[in-house]
């Protein structure tokens, strides 16, 4: 089956695309599809089976639990043009997480089976895989330290520079749809604080915030904010 319109669009744009060959495409065509999800929509629950690797052709996600007291965490958000959850896919573990459309968003579902074959089949997939999951761990290794480290306002400016790291998210656009209450369950904070950390952020000309977007203005700068001394 040839694939046509946003689907085949978000798969030649994905940064491993171009190194299979026509047979490992045509697969990957064959049995990939796209579905659309409203926002506030889960697009997998928590505990379900991880039998599909995610793109994000259109959109944003969070990646989150929710507490026995209801409290929420977030521990990634997820822009357009990111792939996801090769972690759980390689394991064929329950989700640990539960996946949510933070806007109206268009997912992109490659079966594990067509997923774990690429591993073995294209070694530039498999490449590519590895880089995407080292660039993974130093994210959240360096999240931790950020968190552990770091006043509020750095916190916020790591959170918000990682929209744009170049191997996880290469396709993010410098105005980012997501409110103040997202970001701060983002970076481990209140919303007050989150608050804060933003004026200051904007005091400093490296973003500029608006009702539902925050507007980045200077990614480097942004990002040598984070890990100022």
Request: contains cysteine; proline residues 5%; glycine residues 6%.
């Amino acid at each position: 089956m040839t694939v046509s319109g946003p689907l085949k669009t978000f798969l030649e744009s994905s940064p491993w695309w171009s190194g299979l060959t026509v047979a490992q495409v045509e697969r990957v065509e064959r049995d990939a599809f796209l579905r659309s999800y409203q926002a506030g929509a889960t697009v997998c629950q928590r505990g379900s089976p991880a039998v599909h690797w995610l793109g994000v052709a259109e959109g944003l996600l969070k990646v989150d639990t929710v507490a026995s007291d209801g409290s929420a965490t977030t521990f990634a958000a997820v822009p357009s043009g990111s792939w996801f959850g090769e972690g759980a896919v390689l394991k064929g573990e329950l989700r640990p997480y539960a996946v949510v459309a933070i806007r109206d968003s268009s997912v992109v579902f490659v079966p594990r089976a067509t997923f774990q074959w690429l591993i073995d089949e294209s070694r530039p997939f498999s490449r590519w895989v590895i880089d995407q999951l080292n660039a993974r761990l130093g994210h959240y290794v360096a999240m931790i330290e950020s968190f552990r480290l770091h006043d509020p306002a750095a916190r916020v400016a790591y959170c918000l520079s990682e929209f744009f790291n170049p191997q996880l998210s290469p396709r993010t656009k410098s105005q980012l749809a997501i409110s103040q209450e997202e970001l701060g369950r983002l970076s481990g904070m209140s919303r007050q604080n989150t608050n804060r950390a933003l004026h200051e952020l904007e005091q400093a000309e490296l973003l500029r915030v608006r009702y539902g977007v925050i507007e980045v203005l200077d990614v480097e700068k942004l990002r040598q904010f984070a890990w100022k001394p």
